[in-house]
């Protein structure tokens, strides 16, 4: 029974330890992103910085608007060439 229950937690931590492994990469990538806007952009990124400093579920908000916005543009824009072309 006990060797059953050991299995088990070594298969979760196992589990978690991927988890937390693929999550950093994806951490140092965005950090990586923002290091570079900042170089490229520095205003741009002060601004992003102290919006969501201020508020950051207000912020979520707006950036999902933001990006319902440009999939509706995206999608139109494409109609829009595809209907052209005929």
């Not at 299995?7 to 693929?22: D, G, H, K, Y």
């Not at 102290?50 to 440009?70: D, L, M």
Request: with cysteine.
């Amino acid at each position: 029974m006990s060797g059953i229950l050991l299995l088990i937690v070594t298969a979760v931590s196992t589990r978690l330890a991927a988890n937390l492994c693929v999550m950093n990469n994806r951490l140092k990538a965005d950090n990586v992103k923002h290091r570079m806007i900042k170089k490229v952009y520095p205003d741009i990124a002060l601004w992003a910085d102290t919006t969501y400093s201020n508020n950051p579920q207000k912020v979520e908000i707006v950036n999902e608007r933001f990006e319902e916005q440009q999939k509706f543009t995206k999608s139109g824009s494409y109609n829009m060439r595809k209907r052209s072309r005929r």
